[in-house]
């Protein structure tokens, strides 16, 4: 089953949607998961900040969520977020898939805790390449895609300083606030996992560059809104392509990974 974390206004296009309460060793997960269909297809819909945006991205439930998920019998997950750019080619209004990604949080990030089995999974590639391909393959129906890039994940609630966010654009595309740890935990459960990042502003380093066109806050939240459409439609089209059964890393991530 595919899951899909965040982008608001997505479980409405599910038809005969169930809600489903799952415990977890982690606690509870951020809401209720909704179950229901699209094309005949079953999908699964969390809330990635829980209903009325009640978690702030520090305070997150992730592991009870990526468990969750993983209870419920989902393989897939399609995770839609919303980040600032770190340079002046990629533009308010565009999206990125990232491949990707440099860790700033410090936040629990692992499932397997105890010293018994020992589990080092491998994030050299820590995103889906099976499932990126699917999302970058019919790229089209979105608009302006970047197909690849890192995400500089900073632990929040506050944004960056202007020297931060300087440093940050050496090494990185785009920042945000909760690809860290979503992304491991998803490749710790054998889980794929894919991210399409909406890109609503410049971050604070770039904002008195010459090089970009600054945009307005009214802007913003236009320009997110019509992409919000744009990308409920696009989850749509995409679920009925991705495939039962999975040949890529992440399926058996765990063989040899454990000592
Ligand atoms: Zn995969």
Redesign the pocket.
């Known amino acids: 089953m595919l899951a899909v974390i965040g982008g608001s206004g997505f479980y409405e296009l599910l038809t005969d949607a169930r809600e489903e309460c799952v415990g977890t060793p982690y606690g509870d997960p951020s809401d209720k998961i909704m179950i229901g269909k699209i094309n005949g297809k079953d999908i699964a819909f969390l809330p990635r900040h829980g209903k009325g945006h009640k978690y702030p991205p520090h305070k997150i439930p992730y592991k009870a969520n990526i468990w969750a998920l993983k209870e419920l019998g989902v393989k ?1 997950i399609i995770a839609p977020a919303a980040v600032g750019s770190l340079k002046a080619n990629i533009a308010p209004g565009e999206f990125l898939i990232p491949d990707q990604f440099v860790n700033f949080t410090r936040r629990e990030d692992t499932c397997y805790e105890g010293n018994s089995p020992v589990t080092h999974i491998s994030t050299a590639d820590p995103y ?4 990126r391909k699917i999302i970058i393959d019919n790229k089209n129906q979105l608009g302006s895609v970047h197909e690849k890039g890192t995400v500089i994940v900073i632990q929040g609630p506050r944004f960056s300083t202007k020297a931060e966010s300087s440093m940050f654009s050496q090494i990185g595309d785009i920042i945000n606030m909760t690809q860290y740890p979503e992304v491991v935990l998803a490749r710790e459960l054998e ?3 894919a991210s399409i990042c909406v890109i609503t502003d410049y971050d604070s380093g770039l904002k008195e560059n010459p090089n970009i066109n600054s945009v307005t806050l009214d802007e913003v939240v236009r320009v997110f809104k019509e992409n919000n459409e744009k990308l409920k439609r696009f989850l749509v089209s995409i679920a009925s392509k991705i495939p039962e059964e ?1 040949t ?4 058996s991530a765990l063989k040899g990974a454990r000592f």
């Open positions: 897939h889906c390449e099976h499932l889980l794929c996992y999975r890529c890393e992440c399926a």
